[in-house]
């Protein structure tokens, strides 16, 4: 059958309405369907060509996306389109590209989406990897960067720097090196020993053994000046190997090394409890304050992002094309006192057993000192130790006898050399009996008896009372841990006759018996302070004024401690008279090991000293307290 021409010219009106339909689609859907696929992983539904007009898979242009992202690779991306711009058989969309990057750090960048449609009855997306992000071409990887942060660090309550950058050496060996391994280990004790550093040695043999043959193994890092002594003993042996550093130190190895920690290169350990926060090559604190205020220290790293790319001569080189600057680390104030600090580190430097000492300032509360010793670096056994004060106790029964008129400082308190209450017998040290005497006698030279016989008239409750008054047991923060002591309950007859002079239950801790001391000093408790900024939320609560008659009777007798009782070392002393009490405290059934304890004060300074297992407290904290005091006054 022929058509007619007005038929034939209606065919073709339809069929060039048809071939309109199939190419009607806009950019805008393409782009549209790249931008939900990009995010969504799935490109399927986009077709593409590359710059040069051939076609490619949409799985290949995945894949070539996602071998852009290096480190970015499972980032969270959003991808926005905005307005497209058609001219002829080409289109171009500007796209809104923001990625989270690791810390919550956002970074927005603005790329374009070319489509094009020239050969084709549809419109396609060319692939390149510009449309990632402007600046990439084939072969980049986008990479990540951390930029550090400054740490800043503890400062005096001046502002002035008790920790700072100093330079050290680690000395190490490399198994390759080793050529005579008996002489090697006999050659770094002897050096180790002149600068008094304990390396374990024994260990060596076997890390050596099981370590690649170039390694570096890591034996001590000196600060110079200590590595500078032994540097002709060690640099000549067979296998050391050695690498300079800058790390933040304290003033000197122990200056207040428990209380302060140290900063060392983060460990496996440090990582792996805080991988968004620590990486590979970062610093990190290690007790003390440095752990506790890290992040405030250390500040927040800034992250960089950079396009690696090999250069031309084979070498990899990074563009940095963002960076999110990094928040550096805010000082952390503090009330230690490098003078007394020192002379507290000192102090405690020729004694061999662990020993410990806090210094406060009686006017105001601030800790001056806290020193740990033999090991500086070792358990803060000044604020956190929980031991028996010992006679030291008498201090703060003393203060309560007096306070609730049992005695007064001449009231005659029998001293036998034995004491029996309920079927326990209390003695002296040495067996010693001072028979009827005054009862600023019987505190100055510590008859445990008399002050047993005082108990039931001093009661449970009146020792709580005493101890509350001197701040024992109180609701205290300084800002890092701190133990504020536990008063014995007093419950029977022989605990509190044992607790009146610091035996039973009472455990307490040298910055809290330091702490009671300043107390008596000043006639009021008040909070001991360290760590001034950031403050402490709750730093605790002044106490009420002491009894005036009772804390003058009490600080004579401190007083005669020194003059005729058992700190008579003391008395010639440089410096304004020092006030008193000794101690010696057992601390378990059957041994007849005891804690050398002295508490007391000079001026604005008080103090407290505990040594472990050194006698009486004449024998041990009298000598530190000595060393101290002269060191302070020079």
Not at 3 to 20: K, P, S
Not at 192 to 213: C, N, S
């Amino acid at each position: 059958m022929r058509r007619t021409t007005a038929g034939i010219a209606a065919l073709l009106v339809l069929a060039a309405g048809g071939l309109a339909g199939c190419s009607a689609d806009p950019p805008e859907d393409a782009v549209s369907a790249f931008v939900a696929g990009w995010q969504s992983g799935d490109l399927n539904d986009v077709g593409f060509v590359t710059a040069s007009g051939s076609g490619i898979a949409a799985p290949e242009v995945l894949t070539g996306i996602r071998e852009l992202y290096g480190d970015l690779t499972g980032q969270p991306l959003a991808v926005s389109a905005g307005k497209t711009t058609t001219t002829g058989d080409d289109a171009s969309t500007p796209i809104t590209v923001k990625w989270t990057l690791p810390g919550g750090v956002e970074w927005s960048y603005q790329s374009t989406v070319r489509a094009t449609k020239a050969g084709r009855d549809d419109w396609a997306v060319i692939w390149e990897p510009a449309l990632v992000q402007p600046e990439l071409a084939t072969g980049d990887k986008l990479r990540l960067r951390r930029v550090a942060s400054d740490r800043a660090t503890i400062q005096d309550a001046d502002g002035k720097p008790l920790v700072g950058p100093q330079k050290v050496v680690v000395i190490g060996v490399s198994p390759e090196k080793i050529t005579d391994f008996t002489k090697l280990r006999n050659g770094l004790a002897a050096a180790f020993k002149k600068v008094a550093v304990d390396v374990d040695l024994d260990a060596l043999k076997g890390r050596v053994d099981a370590a690649d043959p170039g390694a570096f193994i890591d034996l001590v890092t000196l600060r110079r000046a200590d590595y500078d002594k032994i540097r002709n003993q060690v640099r000549p042996l067979p296998g050391t190997v050695f690498r300079e550093e800058t790390r933040q130190l304290a003033p000197t190895r122990a200056f207040a090394r428990a209380l302060l920690g140290t900063v060392d290169a983060a460990t496996k350990e440090d990582i792996e409890a805080r991988p968004d926060v620590l990486k590979v090559g970062d610093q990190a604190g290690h007790g003390g304050l440095q752990q506790k205020y890290d992040d405030t220290l250390r500040g927040t790293a800034g992250l960089s992002v950079v396009i690696s790319r090999e250069a031309a001569d084979g070498a990899v080189e990074d563009d940095p094309i963002f960076q999110s600057d990094p928040v550096d680390g805010k000082p952390v104030k503090v009330t230690i006192d490098t003078a007394t600090q020192n002379a507290a580190d000192k102090a405690l430097a020729g004694e061999k057993q662990p020993s410990s000492m806090v210094a406060i300032r009686v006017s105001d509360g601030a800790v001056l000192a806290v020193a740990n010793g033999p090991d500086a670096g070792g358990v803060n056994t000044a604020l956190t130790g929980q031991v028996p004060p010992g006679s030291t106790f008498k201090m703060v029964s003393g203060y309560g006898v007096l306070a609730r008129d049992v005695v007064t400082a001449d009231t005659v308190v029998d001293c036998p050399k034995t004491f029996t209450v309920d079927g326990r017998e209390f003695k002296n040290s040495h067996d010693e009996a001072l028979g009827k005497v005054p009862f600023h006698v019987d505190f100055a030279k510590s008859c445990n008896t008399a002050f047993a016989s005082l108990a039931p008239k001093l009661t449970a409750a009146g020792l709580q009372e005493a101890s509350t008054a001197l701040g024992l047991g109180g609701a205290w923060d300084m800002g890092i841990e701190a133990y504020t002591g536990e008063v014995s309950d007093g419950g029977t007859g022989t605990e509190l006759a044992a607790a009146i002079f610091g035996q039973g239950s009472t455990v307490v801790s040298p910055v809290a018996m330091a702490a009671a001391t300043a107390a008596v000093a000043k006639g009021q408790f008040q909070p001991p302070k360290l760590v001034l900024d950031p403050a402490p939320a709750k730093p605790g609560e002044a106490g009420p004024q002491l009894d005036p008659e009772a804390v003058a009777s009490l600080r004579e007798m401190m007083r005669e401690v020194v003059t005729d009782g058992t700190g008579t070392a003391l008395k010639s002393v440089p410096g304004k008279p020092v006030h008193g009490k000794t101690g010696t405290a057992e601390f378990e059934n059957g041994s007849e090991d005891t804690h050398s304890w002295f508490v007391g004060y000079q001026d604005d300074v008080a103090f407290a000293v505990m040594v472990q297992k050194g006698g009486a407290g004449s024998e041990a904290a009298v000598p530190i307290v000595k060393r101290f005091l002269t060191e302070l006054n020079k």
